[in-house]
T-cell receptor, first 113, second 114 residues
């Protein structure tokens, strides 16, 4: 069965520092992978997705993620954190052939001055 | 922009009450979904619908039912609310069944059952 593991339920960085949020997946078929962000008291918003093609995917707000098949990973990065990046981030995978998302447990990102 | 709206942001109900959570999308999307979100568990799929009057169970359907009488509206029903159904409920929609489609989420309903 497909699953998603996000390493670290809480990550804290300084403003201007690198953001790295880790996501590993298991899938028996080529996966489609997503990162969503949830700001306080809001629903989820798509940051970026990998379907096919280029393995480095750029998203909104300066985020990017790289699909590494050999490592079954899809880590999210941003070179320089802003205070406005404080939110909860979810990695998700769709099992082959169906538009059903399987989510990781989420990582709450805190950004301090 | 796609807009998914949910009928209430906050809801407090008593144990045993019948609870209706309503979701409406305005982009003529085929698919609609109901999730519950709990700390440390991420989002878990309760039910989804790929067409009017069609529904499929998700990973945690027990204690819930759904209704989709019109394409734009998807309702989640708790027949007899229990305290373990206290949670955040998120509705989502997507254009079709292909796995590459993103899902668009509503703002959520925080339900407390006392």
């Amino acid at each position: 069965a497909q699953s998603v593991t996000q390493l670290g339920s809480h990550v804290s960085v300084s403003e201007g520092a690198l953001v790295l949020l880790r996501c590993n997946y298991s899938s028996s078929v080529p996966p489609y992978l997503f990162w969503y962000v949830q700001y306080p008291n809001q629903g989820l918003q798509l940051l970026l997705k990998y379907t096919t093609g280029a393995t480095l995917v750029k998203g909104i707000n300066g985020f990017e993620a790289e699909f590494k098949k050999s490592e079954t990973s899809f880590h999210l990065t941003k070179p320089s954190a802003h205070m406005s990046d404080a939110a909860e981030y979810f990695c998700a995978v769709t099992p082959g052939g169906y538009n059903k998302l399987i989510f990781g447990a989420g990582t709450r990102l805190a950004v301090h001055p | 922009d796609v807009k998914v709206t949910q009928s209430s942001r906050y809801l407090v109900k008593r144990t045993g009450e019948k609870v209706f959570l309503e979701c409406v999308q305005d982009m003529d999307h085929e698919n609609m979904f109901w999730y519950r979100q709990d700390p440390g568990l991420g989002l878990r799929l309760i039910y989804f619908s790929y067409d009017v009057k069609m529904k499929e169970k998700g990973d945690i359907p027990e204690g819930y039912s759904v209704s989709r009488e019109k394409k734009e509206r998807f309702s989640l029903i708790l027949e007899s609310a229990s305290t373990n159904q206290t949670s955040m409920y998120l509705c989502a929609s997507s254009p079709g069944l292909a796995e590459a489609y993103e899902q668009y989420f509503g703002p959520g309903t925080r339900l407390t059952v006392t």
